[in-house]
């Protein structure tokens, strides 16, 4: 049974940090990309990072470039998200996902493509 686990939200002030980590069990993914997508309050879900399969590329949103960095460790099967300088705006249950297309290179990462979640943590940023 596959199960991707995100740990590491909480409560942070504004300009503050924190690190969200998610563990991935049941099978190993070492071909397929895996992103971080979040979800606000009264809004769709979006998509904020994502990292190749290989490890080599990274894609942010224009709202996180420059502050957020993603990383993954094939060996554990497990990929994190360094959010620094965290604004009011970044509060939202954040999400680990993994892209269901082996070996994709695009930069193009819909939830339409995601073929597992995990079950979201709550990032809340104060003012």
């Known amino acids: 049974q596959v199960q991707l686990v995100e740990s590491g939200g909480g409560l942070v002030q504004a300009g503050g940090s924190l690190r969200l980590s998610c563990a991935a069990s049941g099978r190993s993914f070492s071909s397929k990309a895996m992103g971080w997508f979040r979800q606000a309050p009264g809004k769709e879900r979006e998509f904020v990072a994502a990292i190749s399969w290989n490890v080599i590329r990274t894609y942010y949103a224009d709202s996180v470039k420059g502050r957020f960095t993603i990383s993954r460790d094939k060996a554990k099967n497990t990929v994190a998200l360094q959010m620094n300088s965290l604004h009011p705006e970044d509060t939202a249950v954040y999400y680990c996902?993994?892209?269901?297309?082996?070996?994709?290179?695009?930069?193009?990462?819909?939830?339409?493509?995601?073929?597992?979640w995990g079950q979201g943590t709550q990032v809340t940023v104060s003012s």
């Open positions: 996902a993994v892209d269901q297309r082996p070996y994709y290179s695009g930069s193009y990462f819909p939830e339409s493509n995601m073929s597992y």
